[in-house]
């Protein structure tokens, strides 16, 4: 599904390779968004995409990852693609990342700050559950 949803953006889209340079290009767009840079804490990039007609972004790993966020104390798995759209303070129709809740992995599906309190950052899943944190807690350290 995210391989056809990339293929489907690729056309008119920035996309960069190599492991430094999607790192950087991946930590300017969630700044460009106003989103904490630290919010997507992915080694072994091999391939970031922009398609900013529809503000879809992609971006693939060589494996599967695992982060802890100390500072809140949440484990979050990233998938080899992670896929959605992003617009100021937001990415939404989010795939490819799961956050650990007691003994279960939950989809998150969207990510925003709020409007009216830009220092909380806020996660829903498909279901309409959501949990709020400090956005302190996904700066880079």
């Known amino acids: 599904m995210a391989s056809r949803q990339i293929a489907d953006h690729r056309e008119n889209a920035e996309i960069f390779s190599g492991e430094s340079l999607c790192k950087q290009k991946s930590q300017e767009l969630l700044a460009e968004m106003n989103l904490p840079k630290g919010l997507l804490p992915l ?3 091999v391939e970031v995409g922009y398609n900013r007609t529809t503000g879809f972004v992609w971006l693939k790993q060589k494996k599967k990852t695992e982060h802890r966020f100390r ?3 949440r484990t979050v798995a990233y998938d080899t693609e992670i896929t959605g759209f992003v ?3 937001r990415m939404k129709a ?3 990342v799961k956050s650990k809740e007691i003994l279960i992995w ?3 599906s969207d990510i925003y700050v709020n409007d009216k ?3 909380k ?3 829903g899943n498909p279901t309409g559950l959501s949990r ?3 956005v302190s807690a996904f700066q880079l350290q």
């Open 121 to 123: 950052i806020t996660f």
């Open 132 to 134: 709020t944190f400090p």
């Open 71 to 73: 500072a809140i104390g």
């Open 43 to 45: 080694n072994d990039m």
């Open 94 to 96: 989010l795939t490819g």
């Open 87 to 89: 617009e100021d303070r």
């Open 117 to 119: 309190d830009s220092s």
């Open 106 to 108: 939950v989809s998150v």
